[in-house]
């Protein structure tokens, strides 16, 4: 599986963005997708996530409200659409993939994701 994400760039606090993750090599309706996000000095954090087959989504309560999380099928990526943003939101966000989730599972650890895209870097201004 190869991720491709993108999107990211600069935006006032309020504003949005959409993140895509174009994705390759295999069915995205078949595993389970997830976006984190990592600031410089953080840890890596789980923002939102997919389940395969359900459709099943989870939200960090950080960001629950504000980003929706959706799937194209037929284009093969993912979406995370982000409103009413906040400066610290500011971050480089992933895509990543994981294969070995059950059906509806969303795993919120990075350790469970096999495949990351390369990020794409979201900067909010206040």
């Known amino acids: 599986v190869q991720l491709q994400a993108s999107g990211g760039g600069l935006v006032q606090a309020g504003g949005s963005l959409r993140l895509s993750c174009a994705a390759s090599?295999?069915?995205?309706?078949?595993?389970?997708t997830g976006w984190f996000r990592q600031a410089p000095g953080k840890e890596r954090e789980f923002v939102a996530g997919f389940g395969w087959g359900g459709g099943n989504k989870y939200y960090a309560d950080s960001v629950k409200g504000r980003f929706t999380i959706s799937r194209d099928n037929a284009k093969n990526t993912v979406y995370l659409q982000m409103n009413s943003l906040k400066f610290e939101d500011t971050a480089v966000y992933y895509c990543a993939a994981d294969i070995t989730a059950t059906w509806g599972q969303v795993r919120t650890s990075s350790l469970r994701y096999d495949y990351w895209g390369q990020g794409t870097l979201v900067t909010v201004s206040s």
């Open positions: 090599g295999r069915t995205i309706s078949t595993y389970a």
